[in-house]
């Protein structure tokens, strides 16, 4: 791959980073907000004193919202430590802790509060009898979205996760080291000198990057002096 698809492709996978980031922040924030409102609000009376109002905010009535935003956020925290297919495995944790969300606020949304679980919850008295008990659809409906988004980033993270790093050149075995520095320095005699640009910035950039092979040379165990050019090494007089 060149210098220029290379960075194009190093352009793209931030891009794609970026926008998965936004969409777990998104619906992490939604999902701990949510979880603050009022979801479920009532009425009850127990003989003793005029009826009694009431709420439940969404933690208190769906007590997974504040774990799963948790996990959201570290999904956030995940989406850049790991790459390859552990990414894949976050992307799943991701997407399941999502559609959690949804699942729970879509249930929330759908049935009617419960007097029962009205009287556990707000751990009332024995004999208080529910009177009213109402449903804020609102914050549930944003629970919704934010699951949908986590969903969303959760899912792009398993069909394209960020790419494993390629081990740098330092990590080839000796014999490949010794073949790229043979190849670049052989490369590097048959180009002209100052090539890569005009003037003293390329006489510049020329010697940079004879420095840098004959240091790489070097370090591979290879003489950088010993031409294998007959042409170029012919001049040298037998002893």
Do not use: C
Not at 28 to 45: K, Q, S
Not at 203 to 209: H, K, L, S
Not at 219 to 229: A, K, L, R
């Amino acid at each position: 791959m060149s210098d220029g698809a290379g960075a194009a492709a190093r352009r793209g996978d931030a891009r794609r980073m970026a926008a998965v980031a936004g969409l777990l922040a998104l619906g992490a924030l939604a999902t701990w907000a949510a979880g603050r409102m009022d979801w479920v609000g009532y009425t009850y009376e127990n003989g003793l004193q005029p009826p009694v109002d009431g709420s439940f905010d969404g933690a208190a009535w769906a007590s997974e919202l504040t774990p799963l935003a948790l996990v959201l956020l570290a999904g956030i925290a995940a989406l850049f430590a790991v790459r390859g297919w552990a990414q894949r495995v976050i992307g799943l944790i991701v997407t399941a802790a999502g559609a959690t969300v949804v699942v729970r606020s879509a249930m929330a949304l759908t049935s009617a509060a419960e007097p029962a679980e009205v009287v556990r919850l707000g751990e009332l008295r024995a004999g208080a009898v529910v009177t009213a008990a109402q449903t804020h659809p609102g914050p549930i409906v944003l629970a919704i979205v934010g699951g949908v988004l986590a969903a969303a980033a959760g899912l792009l993270m398993v069909v394209r996760p960020r790419p494993r790093r390629e081990l740098p050149s330092k990590y080839e075995t000796p014999a490949a080291r010794r073949d790229s520095v043979a190849k670049a320095m052989a490369a590097r005699r048959g180009r002209a000198p100052g090539a890569a640009g005009g003037g003293a910035a390329g006489a510049a950039a020329d010697d940079d990057m004879t420095q840098r092979l004959m240091w790489e040379a070097l370090d591979s165990g290879t003489d950088p002096t010993e031409d294998d050019d007959p042409a170029v090494g012919g001049g040298r007089a037998d002893g």
